[in-house]
DNA sequence: TCTGACACCTT
DNA sequence: GAAGGTGTCAG
């Protein structure tokens, strides 16, 4: 059996100052709900709204960042990055991976554990606290989880940045925002031609709505 | 009864010029096919993609703009507007308005119409041909008939555009290019940071696909 | 995909 | 105030 789990894109990517550069750290992360609500999106206003309460609280699991344990100097030399952590809905999940909820708002946090506080870290257990456990979270990074994109502009941001989508790209096409898809609207450039133009590459045709008789 | 049918938005419109203005004429649209296609709405691509044949063909109707018949002079001095020509699905439709298969391409056409040649123009008639009778089409005008939206940026123009639409307009909500988007997203500014950020307003929070295990 | 009741708005 | 043009949203 194929075990299909995404990994977050864009990834979270971290630079760190001030570690003592011979002492072993760990480097983790978690991801913790926002709130105790369940969203939907809603279409019109291109938001998301509160649609009741959270679902039932999942088993919390820890990402151990591969490069774990190192030394401060080894950590506070290179970006970071958590491009291999995976997500799943799957709340039976047993290969550790982090499980969250669809359509629940929820917040990244980066864990920097003195190696000495971490020597029993484990996906399936949680953080340790104290003196050597450091937390730090981004509210910038909040994010909502869906099984399917609900924005269109998040699908087009995904495509045009992650590699892996690189099959979806379009050379060109697709990558107006508003303003540019209003200029280029024939019908509110009155005139009349007798020439005929070419397609204006890249630009959505226009839809027009039919409705039946009531 | 209330007949509901959707108007095109944004209307077509368009100025003359070199008619005789002593002479009258009817104007008149007409919308036909593109091609012989069906279409699907590809959403990960926001492409418009072939999906086999054209429905059969539905009679073809004409409409006449209101205004019609007036002088060469009147309809050059105006804005010829054809924001009441109504579209429908419905087949059976018999008053006269303009019938579209859903997910089909269109282009309208424009013609202009020697009084003498028009006077037994009708909507459910062929428009006549012949040395009084000129025909006008501008391919950045073509559409695909939609019964739902199936892309948001066209359903923010409609709503931002039409006066109509007023009610699900956002006091500056919403209005974001993909570039802003991009730019607002902060997984790709590497950093770290002590301090807590507000949530920028306004800005669409990151969404991310869960997976189960197949 | 398509429909129809609906709130909200213009004309 | 009435008629009618919007997208919405649940079905």
Redesign the pocket.
Known sequence: MIVLLKRMFPAMRVKISGLDPHQQYYIAMDIVPVDNKRYRY???SSKWMVAGNADSPVPPRVYIHPDSPASGETWMRQVISFDKLKLTNNELDDQGHIILHSMHKYQPRVHVIRKDCGDDLSPVKPIPSGEGVKAFSFPETVFTTVTAYQNQQITRLKIDRNPFAKGFRDSGRNRMGLEALVESYAFWRPSLRTLTFEDIPGIPKQEH????R?
């Open positions: 809603v279409y019109h709505y039919l409705y039946p009531a």
